[in-house]
């Protein structure tokens, strides 16, 4: 009777638990360069290890090095993403920048996006400074370099490149 007991109880407790679904698959565009593409392929995995089922890349368009703009201005024949968009067949859209903001490709996208699909939702992984902001020829070889910068130096030249970035616009 104990053990009878013992499970209604943790059915009563674990059931809701149990019972709950995992989220529908998202729809996804990526649109990236070389330092954001590789997320591509790995949201099916993710989605797969968390039990998500409908997980669809409906496209992953890829420039070297690219503004988001340039995915935008692309020719016809090689676009990927505006097609995508234009027929509603997207939930999520990731962007990747590179370095210099604004990028009136964002804004492009989102507007033909958001006609279709209102619900549509957008990221935009900016990259990093260059150098991880370092300044001059201060190239950093090595993660360990990277790792043992002091935080003060990382901030002040992450200010004077963004100070410098402002007076170009």
């Given amino acids: 009777m104990k053990f009878l007991r013992l499970v209604s109880i943790l059915a009563i407790l674990c059931g809701p ?14 649109t990236a360069h070389s330092f954001h593409i590789f997320v591509a392929p790995r949201l ?25 703009i340039q995915h935008w201005n692309l020719a016809d024949e090689k676009q990927k993403a505006k ?14 920048p590179h370095v210099y903001l604004p990028d009136e490709g964002i804004d492009s996208f989102v507007e033909l996006g958001a006609k ?12 990093w400074t260059p150098w991880d902001g370092w300044e001059g020829n201060d190239n950093v070889a090595k993660n360990e370099d990277r790792d043992t910068r002091p935080l003060d130096q990382v901030r002040a030249a992450n200010k004077r490149f ?7 616009v």
């Fill in 44 to 68: 099916a995995t993710l989605a797969k290890a968390a039990g998500i089922e409908g997980h669809e890349l409906v496209a992953a368009q890829m420039i070297g090095g690219s503004k988001v």
């Fill in 162 to 168: 963004r100070e410098n970035l402002e007076a170009q």
């Fill in 17 to 30: 638990l149990l019972a709950a679904a995992a989220p529908k698959g998202e729809r996804v565009l990526v």
């Fill in 116 to 127: 279709q699909n209102p619900k549509l939702r957008f990221l935009v992984q900016h990259s």
């Fill in 83 to 96: 097609p995508a968009l234009a027929e509603g067949r997207v939930d999520v859209m990731t962007m990747s």
